[in-house]
């Protein structure tokens, strides 16, 4: 178990709904990172966040946004999806913002669009 | 542009054979670093080592090591006498720092290890 907690584990939804996805990082990190899994493009890297601020931003699509609150969690939020967005998605704390900090994954969100 | 490859997709050893998996990757920074995770059947991500660009030591952690060589741009990872426990898909990444104070990590292909008994 990494500490890292993440909500819903599975999702269903249709094509053209939003949905939102829930990341809790370890306690005492306060970095928090989206990925994207899915068979096509392999495990790819969407955004990261650091004590609430936006600090590299990957292959995000404009549909997608996230944020990170005061209290360090962070949400995912998809819109009008397309079949192409079914995926395990991601998320990943760290104790810092650089690139040595380790990352810890939660177990990820599979969404299935329909 | 920064870039990860593991060209094996697929590998398969027999239980106690030593097995290699190679990772090259590709950054014009000087500064950077070089991970690898293990994502078993169960689907989470597993963090296994973590390399600066600085040092070049080669590591070992009980039955895995690594082999980091800059001049060949590559961080290799090598399971000696591998188990079935063993079998997963194993990934290669590479941070590339952004000027915004975050970072960028990168990943490979992935290379689905399997350890047959």
């Known amino acids: 178990d990494s500490g890292v907690t993440q909500t819903p584990k599975h999702l269903i939804t249709a094509t053209g709904q939003r949905v939102t996805l829930r990341c809790s990082p370890r306690?005492?990190?306060?970095?928090v990172y989206w990925y994207q899994q899915s068979l096509d493009q392999g495990l790819q890297f969407l955004i990261q966040y650091y004590n609430g601020e936006e600090r590299a931003k990957g292959n995000i699509l404009e549909r997608f946004s996230a944020q990170q609150f005061p209290d360090l969690h962070s949400e995912l939020n998809l819109s009008s999806l397309e079949l192409g967005d079914s995926a395990l998605y991601f998320c990943a704390s760290s104790v810092g913002a650089s690139g040595r900090d380790t990352q810890y994954f939660g177990p990820g969100t599979r969404l299935t669009v329909l | 542009a920064q870039k990860v490859t593991q060209a094996q997709t697929e590998i398969s050893v027999v239980e106690k054979e030593d097995v290699t998996l190679d990772c090259v990757y590709e950054t014009r920074d000087t500064t950077y670093y070089l991970f690898w995770y293990k994502q078993p059947p169960s689907g989470e991500l597993v963090f296994l080592i973590r390399r600066n660009s600085f040092d070049e030591q080669n590591e070992i952690s009980g039955r895995y090591s690594w082999n980091f060589q800059k001049s060949t741009s590559s961080f290799n990872f090598t399971i000696t006498a591998s188990q079935v426990v063993d079998s997963a898909v194993y990934f290669c990444?590479?941070?590339?720092?952004?000027?915004?104070?975050?970072?960028?990590?990168?990943f490979g292909a992935g290379t689905r290890l399997f350890v047959k008994a």
């Open positions: 990444a590479l941070s590339e720092i952004k000027n915004t104070g975050g970072f960028k990590t990168i």
């Open positions: 306690s005492g990190d306060l970095s």
